[in-house]
């Protein structure tokens, strides 16, 4: 999938599982915050093309928004153009960007993300190779361009679910100005946030408007949604997968907080992408038990360089990176459940010699919620090799990680598939519940007790007696009675 972060182009196009990256604004300047309108009479009249209407029509309905200026619609039929519009040359990368890169490298062998000679930069180029989706959002033009002949062509399934998604992008960039935020988010975590919920409105955008279609066109969109999954499973067949994990957890995580606060109240969700965010992506994924009832960050420091050593940078791991860690030490529902402990953190990576090391400050909510993080940090610091020289301390819910990159040759356990689906899986669950119960606070109850129970890559392999539906039923009847 080519979820590209040339500078033109937004956070593009939806379809596939893995590999979104991150929003490159353009050359925007700073704008009031407009609230959305709800009076279609208020908003200009801008003409679009015959065979956009439509889908401006859905954009605007589902999102209970207008446009309050026109965006341009560019169609290029011939599809190397098209190409050749929307694609970007690869910036040229400075020793900087190389040494920095080759830190990265390090510090996901150091925390067990991935092993041997992983490239960020090859990992980076793979993600955003292949071929652009054919309706794409050009920032700094504020044009969608259009794989298509012209105003009276006839636009597949496919295209016109993507031009939903550019539309709902344009559209939701005229309300809140994501571009410019994101480009001046002053934490990871804050980064995280506002690309999870720029993906996430837009993706939700995307998915009504498939949900929308009728079974001939449901069936040509996902004809070509196979082959373009095949495609792209092909050329990341060698990126990390906690690399992709990393990369796609905004496309992963934002629908869910879209959906379950749509379903509470269309204003909270009017508010949270305006100017009342999410502190962290904890509260992205869960966002009735962490965000309405408000789940603070915890005070954190960053983690001092020790005597002789020589500072690279200092970062955050955040709560997927944690989980993607705890994951390689212990079972991966366990690892959950310790992971949704996380209150805030900052690691400080330098040099000691020629190794790379890293040196982590985790803080948790709570006593229990240290006591579980404890526990999995130290099965995961059992599993590292010895070169990693890992060591963990606590000092009530502070608790401490120091640990350095083993080098390219050591063995490790890394993330897996069925773990990494454990992590996403469960906001899926809530997503879906959300959306067909209308009740988020008992769907997310169900998906946090369910995924704290059975780690669904093993429920193939039970006794096929068990009955999971069951299982769910009765689980929802104790949420029922406890929310």
Known sequence: MARQTARRRAWVGIGLVLGVVALAAGTWGLHRWAPFAHDAAAAPEITWPKN?????????????AVFTAPVKI??????????????????????????????????????????????????????????????????????????????????????????????AQALDDQQFHFAQRVADASTQQQYQVLLALAVGHSLWVHDRYIDHMGADDSDGYYDELDRRQSDFQAQVSGVPLAYRALRSSGQQLGPTF????????????????????????????????KYLTRDPLET???????????????????????????????????????????GNDAYTVYTLGDTVCVDVHLVADS????????????????????????????????????VCDPGTTALQPVPTDSEIDQYFGRASMIERRSATSGKPDVAECVAVKFFATYDISALDSFDPSLDIGGEIDDIEQDCLQSV
Not at 258 to 277: M, S
């Open 52 to 64: 956009v209407q439509p889908v401006v029509d859905f954009v605007e309905h589902s999102t209970e």
């Open 74 to 167: 560019e169609f290029i039929g011939d599809r190397q153009r098209f190409n050749d519009r929307v694609d970007s040359p690869r910036p040229a990368r400075t020793q900087a960007d190389l040494d920095e890169a080759a830190a990265n490298d390090a510090v996901g062998r150091a925390f067990g993300w991935w092993r041997g000679d992983a490239s960020v930069i090859e990992s980076f180029d793979a993600l955003n190779a292949g071929e652009p989706f054919p309706a794409e959002w050009l920032i700094d033009d504020n044009t969608i361009v259009v794989n298509a002949k012209d105003a009276k062509a006839t636009l597949s399934p496919f295209l016109r679910a993507e031009l939903a998604l550019a539309l």
């Open 258 to 289: 879209i959906e379950a606060l749509i379903q509470t109240d269309r204003h909270l969700l009017t508010a949270a992408l305006a100017d009342d965010l999410p502190d962290a992506l904890d509260q992205v994924a869960l966002p009735v038990g």
């Open 300 to 342: 954190v420091t960053d983690p001092p360089v020790p005597s002789g050593a020589h500072l690279q940078y200092s970062s955050q791991m955040g709560p997927a990176g944690l989980y993607l860690l705890l994951a390689t030490g212990m079972p991966s529902l366990q690892a959950l459940t310790a992971s949704d402990g996380w």
């Open 367 to 402: 006593r229990a919620d240290a006591n579980r993080l404890e526990n999995g940090l130290n099965g995961w610091a059992s599993t590292r090799p010895a070169a990693s020289k890992a060591l963990v301390a606590r000092d009530g819910t502070d608790l401490f990680v120091s």
